[in-house]
């Protein structure tokens, strides 16, 4: 009987894949998202309520809201509602929580802290050297003047706290930017940079078991062919065709010892544990975790699930997973994100083309910083919306997602998005790539 009440903390297309799944399941009569966006509604075929005056980090008002509704379970999606606790802080007041306590979500939110977890249980990463002071850092790497290596801010800096650099002068302009992420850059890490393919891959863990969702390549600069400033994603393919029985192993070994070292020290990981990784040389290195679905993996893997994701997620609240078998489709999924060309001023503008969208096979669009008014929407920065094609292969999947993407535009020319999303499989299609894979 659809009589449950579940609330999605978060405010982008993260969110949104999450609203969409929930509204599909038997059990669920609303959804509430905190604060969810004005584009929430348009996948969903249950009503959801947004509180777009409320932050993802407001603890008490938060209660508040799933006390006078009587939740029944409230999925913690964003990493910044978990820096501060807010799964703590529900499941004290006995609401079911879907997302890992601010213990076990350090493994994201303090990437000094996580280094040093990573190094104790042994697993593949690279060298590092974490600093509180910025002078001992200058020393350091004028000791190494020609390594490259990667600058990072310990705390959370909306993915864009880690600063390649390719040389001792490099490296000593990204220290001095460290104090531009306030106390996030306060302990910051100096780590060798790798070269290789990237990956991530998604386990869902109740505390006691896990079990791997599936893999996705990410693209997070800006521009064509892998060039410009690093963004938090904006774009990215499923599943990740380098992930063989090979990596694939590596992979689920490494998030095995990753879940089995946070109970060992009394962190209790309960929710999504997302692993970046790095291919060298057919030998896995964690990148970094992150103690949540990645935005935008989350709308190319969260529409691939076939379990009902209310019985999921109430299973690793109560520590049932291991009666649950995770189901996927199997299909490819592409996902574009759209947003506003770098030198446009941050003014309003109207969207166009979202409703013609709607009505194409296989392609879903996800909000971000949508603002609906009455039968218009409107848009003013930042990364706007996801469109996600869906296909039997990459090829197919992202040809969906780029013929709906040229129906859409935003006011003065003013849009932009990436061209060669999924490019690295494509041209792995295309040379003939074979399937080895363990998800495929
Ligand atoms: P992070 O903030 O740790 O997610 O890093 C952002 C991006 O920087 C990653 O997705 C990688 O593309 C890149 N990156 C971070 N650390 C390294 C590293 N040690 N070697 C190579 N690339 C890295
Ligand atoms: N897309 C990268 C992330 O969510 O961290």
Redesign the pocket.
Known sequence: MADKIVVVIDSGGRGAALVHKYSQSPHVKNIIAIPGNDLMQLNSSTPVRTFPELKTTDIGEIIQVCKKYKVNLVDVAQDNAVEVGLTDKLIEQGFNVIGPTKAAGQIEWD?AWARDFMKRHKLPI?FYETFNSHSKAIKFVNKNPKKRF?V?AAGLAD?K??I?VENAREAIGAIKQMSMFGKAGETFVI????DGE?FSMFAISDGKTFQIVGSAQDY?RLYDGDVGP?TGGIGCSAPALIVDKNIYKQAELILKTALSGLTQEGRIYKGILYL?A?VVRGKVFV??FNARWGDPEAEVLIPSIKNDLYELSMSTCNGTLNKMKIRTDKKARVVITGSLKANAAKTERELFGIRDILRLPKVIIYGTRVTQDGSKYFVSSGRLFHIVGEGEDIIQARQRAYEAMERISIEGDNLHYRTDIGWRDVERIRKGWKLDNPEG
């Open positions: 990437k690279p990667f990072k993915g706290g880690a390649p780590e060798e940079w790798l990237e997070k690093n970046g790095i990148i970094e």
